[in-house]
């Protein structure tokens, strides 16, 4: 198993504030999961950036 770890950046005030781990084979496209952001004070959409 070849898990990386990965870092969620919210989409709307461009904040890097969560990190997680995945399998690269068997999920090669980018996750996208909605979470709170502090700055923000809300829920918004985070992508996965390198």
């Known amino acids: 198993m ?12 461009k904040n890097r504030n ?7 084979k068997q999920n090669p496209d980018k996750l996208e999961r909605k979470k709170f952001c502090n700055t923000c004070r809300k829920h918004t959409p985070h992508k996965e950036i390198k």
């Open 2 to 13: 070849v898990l990386e770890q990965i870092t969620f950046e919210c989409t709307v005030c």
């Open 18 to 24: 969560y990190s997680s781990m995945k399998n690269k």
